[in-house]
C-alpha cells in the first residue's frame, strides 16, 4: 500500500500556507491509497480534513522539541534587553545546543516514520529555515531511505551574522540539500533566494504555483457616484498598508467619488486608524476589520484592487483579485510579478512607495479602459495559470518526475472538485 506522510510544525488556520499544502496533496491524492499528517498538537486545524480528497489519517507527533519552547530559533536572547547581562549567555546557550536539538528531532522524526511506514515525505514549511523541526524530517526521511520533499512558500531568510550559528547552518542546509529529492516553492523567487541565500541546489527546485477554485465572475451595479479603491490583506508592517492610505490621502482630493476599503485585522490596525484620523481622511476610508461574510461579494465592488505589501511569497488575495477579474495595483515583491505582469495584468509599483501607489491609483482612476482591460487580462490568466486543475496536472507531475509518486503515475486521471481554498477572513 502506498502511503504519503504529511510532516509540519505549525499550520495556521485560514493562511494561504495552509490552503497550499492541502491543495498540493490533494494534486499529488491520486499517487497514494492513503495519507498521514502528523504535526505538533497546534499543527494541522480541524478544517483541513474537510477539504482533504485523499484518504487520510490526522495524528501529532507531540515530542517534536519545537521553537518556542527551547528558543530553538535563538530567540532566548529577545526575551532581555540587548545590553542586558544574561543575554549574551542565553544566545550562546541556545546557540550551543541548536544541532543537539536537531539530531533529537531527526530522531522522533525517524520513530514517526517507522510508526507511520510512509512510501515518501513531505516535509512543509511555511518558510526557511523556520521550524527546524521540518527540516529534521527531511533529514529523516533521507536516513530511511524514503523519498522525500521539502516545501517552502514563502521568502527564505538569509544566514544569521552569529559566526556560531551560522557554521551550524552551513551544516544544517547542507545536509537538507543532501536529503532532499526535491524543493517544492510556489514561486520562481523564492527558488532562486534558496539557492542563492542558502545554498540549496537549483536542480531539484521545482516550481508549482498557488491556486485557487473557480467561481463565476461576481457583477455588482455600476455605482457612478462611487469610485473604490480596495485592499484584502493581515494588517502587519510587512503588509504596507499605511503606504495605500498615505498614497489614496495623495489623490482623494481631486477625485470626490474615491472611497478606501480595508479588509482585515492584525497588530498594525490601531496604527493604521491613527494615521487615517491624522490624514483626514475618516470619511473617506473604511475599515472593516476581520470580515466573516464573503470576501469575493466585497472584492466584487472594487474598481481598483491595490496590493502594497513589502514581503512575499506568491499570495492567495492577488490570486482572488485575478479571479474576480479587477484592475489590480500591486507592488513588485516576490513572487507578484509571477501573477502580476506590468501594463499586461495590472500594474506593478515598488514597495514602500506612497508616491508610486498614488501615481497607479491617479492613472487608472483617469484610465477606464485602461481598468478594464488590465481586469480582463488578469482574469484570463487566473483561467491559464492559477486555477485548482492546472495546479494538480503541475503537482502530479513533478511527482511522478522525480520518483515520489507511490503509484509512479498509474493514478486515474482526475480533478475533483474541492472546496474552499480562499483566503476569506483577509489573513493572507
Known sequence: MSRLLVFTENYNV?????????????GAAGLYDDMVFASNPTGFAPDTSVRLVAPHTMREAVRICTADRIGV????????????RLA???RRLAIKHESRVFAYNVGVCRRLIRKTRPSAVIAYNGGYPAARSVLAMAVAAKAERLPVALCVVSVPGAR??????????????AMVAASVDVIIVNAHSIANALADLRGLPADKMRVVHNALPDIPVLRQPAMPDRLRIGCVSRMDQMKGT????EGFARVVGTTPSAELMLVG????????????AELGLSERVIMTGHYPGDVNELVATFDIYAFPSLWEGLPYALLEAMRARRAII???VGGVSEAIMNEETGLLVP????EDLASAIARLIDEPALRERLAASARARYEAEFSLEAMHRQTESVFVETGLAGRQGEAESRSPAVPGGDSAGSDT
Open 14 to 26: 485560514g493562511s494561504g500556507g495552509a490552503s497550499y499544502i492541502v491543495d498540493l496533496c490533494n
Open 73 to 84: 530559533d535563538v530567540t532566548a536572547s529577545t526575551w532581555l534587553p540587548k545590553r542586558h
Open 88 to 90: 549574551g549567555e542565553l
Open 160 to 173: 544569521p551574522d552569529d559566526s556560531d550559528l551560522a557554521r551550524w547552518e552551513v551544516r544544517m542546509d
Open 242 to 245: 499605511r503606504f495605500l492610505v
Open 265 to 276: 485585522d492584525g497588530p498594525e490596525r490601531e496604527n493604521v486608524e491613527a494615521l487615517v
Open 330 to 332: 500591486a507592488t513588485d
Open 351 to 354: 514597495a514602500g512607495s506612497s
